[in-house]
């Protein structure tokens, strides 16, 4: 029995390097590749290859360890435990504001609004509207009075919305007969 088939040439240079090359795939297959897979990992190690001295040298190294944490837990706990006495401190001093605040609103709420003079039957009819002293305070009454809303104005005037909602809110009032 022959190992080859009759019609294949040993002689080949292109058939001997492709023997070649399996050779060196089996090789390495059966050599290099299980050496490559070989981790090394130091708990991969058997106990009898650790000595009894580095045992108890880890194991003081894990207890120094345990009492570090635990100190630095009651450190934390301890600042946390003083921020929140300060939140509660300050929550109550806010409400007491605020519970202050209300008594002064409810005061200011019961004393008599300030009211412009009104117009009697002995007062003249046409009273002259007062004139702003600043063109830009003019400006803003007159498209006020026009109905647009403050936001508006403040675009169109190119300035700040707060200022104008400001001046407008400041405006004497006007009775127009």
Do not use: C
Request: charged content about 25%; proline content about 9%.
């Amino acid at each position: 029995m022959a190992p080859f088939p009759a019609d294949i040439d040993v002689h080949n240079p292109t058939f001997q390097w492709i023997l070649i090359v399996m050779g060196l795939a089996t090789i390495y297959i059966a050599v290099v590749r299980p050496a490559m897979k070989k981790t090394k990992d130091p708990l991969a190690k058997t106990p009898s290859m650790n000595s009894l001295a580095q045992q108890r040298s880890v194991e003081r190294q894990m207890q120094n360890l345990l009492v570090e944490l635990s100190e630095m837990t009651r450190q934390i706990t301890a600042q946390l435990d003083t921020r929140t006495q300060k939140l509660l401190m300050l929550i109550q001093d806010a409400d007491e504001r605020i519970t202050q605040l209300k008594k002064l609103e409810n005061n200011n709420s019961t004393a008599p609004a300030r009211s412009w003079p009104a117009l009697t039957e002995s007062s003249p009819r046409n009273i002259p509207i007062p004139e702003p002293a600043d063109e830009q305070h003019q400006s803003i009454y007159h498209l006020a009075d026009q109905g647009k809303p403050a936001g508006e104005i403040a675009r169109e005037l190119n300035r700040p919305r707060g200022e104008v909602e400001l001046i407008l809110a400041l405006r004497p009032p006007v009775e127009r007969v």
